[in-house]
């Protein structure tokens, strides 16, 4: 009923109480698979090519395609000197990152943590995120997927906890 109510007001199916859409309900756009093929098209790390990814974040609006963004982004620009990070890129991922917390399910959550960089201002939020949409899950495997992501994104406490829940859930 939510999702009805939603699409008939004219925004995407996503549900308020905080719950992302089901990733099998997720769909990528007709205009997010052109971009993509755009940016695919481009001279690599071109501006021409930013530019197209930059939009692509822009309109995506679901899990799936903000994984889409982030796999067409990446080698789309130039390596950073030392720890510093091509600004547009950093752009981007901040606001995939920020959607992502917003949209993305657990699995996506987890998906992104290890495969891409979480800039530390947002890491907490983002593991913190993971543990909300875990709640009450009773399966230590999940726990230890976020201790994982957790691990990845350098958030030890938070690490720490989802090892332990892993533990107590898997009678340890």
């Known amino acids: 009923m939510v999702v009805a109510w939603n699409l008939a007001a004219g925004g995407t199916a996503v549900c308020h109480a905080g719950v992302p859409v089901p990733d099998a309900e997720q769909v990528v756009s ?16 071109s501006p021409a090519q930013q530019k197209v ?6 309109k995506a609006s679901n899990g799936k395609e903000l994984l889409l963004v982030m796999r067409a982004a990446v080698g789309a620009y130039p390596a ?6 091509h600004p547009a890129e950093s752009h981007v991922r901040s606001m995939v990152t920020a ?8 699995d996506q959550l987890i998906e ?3 495969q891409y960089s979480v800039n530390a201002e947002s890491a907490r939020g983002f593991v913190q995120r993971m ?3 875990a709640g009450q899950n009773s399966d230590s495997r999940v726990w230890y997927r976020i201790r994982i992501a957790a691990s990845h994104l350098k958030v030890g406490d938070l690490e720490r906890q989802a090892q332990a829940r892993g533990d107590r859930l898997a009678g340890k």
């Open 112 to 114: 992104y943590a290890t």
């Open 131 to 133: 543990f909300q949409l």
């Open 30 to 45: 007709a205009d997010l698979k052109k971009l993509y093929m755009a940016a695919a098209a481009a001279v690599p790390q």
């Open 99 to 106: 959607k992502m917390m917003e949209f993305g399910t657990l």
């Open 80 to 85: 950073g000197t030392g720890s510093q990070e």
């Open 53 to 58: 990814i930059l939009q692509m974040a822009e």
